[in-house]
């Protein structure tokens, strides 16, 4: 696995996250008849909040961003972007399991939103999370604190 680490996010990321976001959900939004250039990234940059993100970075180079924003005893794992040249390797693995730590050390569970059909959907579930709702586009997860991976270790 590649060495990597977390940056705090600045107001300054929010068109390179967006440019990522547009390329890492472009087959999934297509497969559902719901991509469109623009909106692809106007909806990312209307729901940043730096404050609750941070860049993964690779080698000192932007890798991608993750978020985990507070809602009343728990989290929302959300703008969670991997440049696709790097999927694979372990990181976003890595990267998920030290923020579910940190939510467990809390006792918080994490909620998150999946696209219908999204091969990311199998990482959560690995890391225990499980369907809560869902709808023809979109899967919503939930994970208790302290769930086992689906190997039965801890997270990370």
């Known amino acids: 696995m590649a060495d990597w680490e977390l940056r705090p996010a600045l107001a300054e990321d929010v068109e390179t996250v967006a440019e990522l976001r547009a390329v890492v959900l472009?087959?999934?939004l297509e497969r559902l008849g719901r991509y469109d250039e623009h909106r692809v990234r106007q909806r990312f940059r209307d729901a940043f909040e730096p404050a609750h993100a941070w860049m993964i970075?690779?080698?000192?180079a932007f890798a991608g961003c993750v978020a985990l924003r507070p809602a009343r005893g728990?989290?929302?794992?959300?703008?969670f972007f991997l440049d696709p040249r790097l999927q694979g390797r372990g990181i976003g693995t890595a990267v998920?399991?030290?923020l579910l730590e940190r939510c467990?050390?809390?006792g918080a569970?994490?909620?998150l939103q999946v696209l219908q059909g999204s091969p990311a959907r199998r990482l959560y579930e690995r890391h225990?999370?499980?369907?809560e709702t869902?709808?023809?586009?979109?899967?919503?997860?939930v994970r208790a604190a302290g769930s086992p991976s689906r190997d039965g270790a801890s997270p990370g």
């Open 109 to 111: 569970a994490v909620r």
């Open 57 to 60: 970075e690779v080698g000192g």
């Open 96 to 98: 998920l399991g030290r």
């Open 104 to 106: 467990d050390r809390e």
């Open 128 to 131: 225990g999370f499980a369907p």
């Open 134 to 141: 869902e709808d023809e586009v979109d899967v919503f997860m």
């Open 26 to 28: 472009r087959a999934d």
């Open 74 to 79: 728990s989290y929302w794992l959300e703008h």
